[in-house]
């Protein structure tokens, strides 16, 4: 991890528009579930996610969902073919579980 803060941000092709858009929509669904699971977490509900406990701390949402945003953006950004799928994709799947926690309520 650390090799990773010491490289430069080098890439073989800048961002396009596009891409720098789907930056942004993944960015935002990551931050719509970590809000949404909190709120369901706080009501009782168990995480069904596998990576967490079943009621995992405000600590532990606050390693987790920084530590996946900045492994899911790293990858995008070293893995040029990958950036729209990966960011689109994760995002997708980011916006349909905070769109599940909110329907728990």
């Not at 858009?21 to 509900?45: P, S």
Request: charged letters at 15%; hydrophobic letters at 40%; a positive charge.
């Amino acid at each position: 991890m650390v090799l990773l803060l010491l490289c430069s941000c080098a890439t073989p092709r800048s961002w396009t528009k596009g891409e720098k858009i789907a930056a942004g929509f993944f960015i935002a669904g990551h931050f719509a579930d970590v809000y949404t699971t909190k709120r369901m977490l706080d009501r009782g509900y168990e995480e069904l996610n596998p990576a967490l406990s079943k009621y995992p701390s405000d600590n532990e949402l606050m390693v987790y969902f920084p530590l996946t945003a900045t492994i899911g953006l790293s990858l995008s950004h070293f893995f040029p073919k990958l950036r729209k799928p990966l960011l689109w994709g994760y995002g997708s799947l980011s916006f349909g579980a905070a769109i599940h926690n909110q329907t728990l309520d």
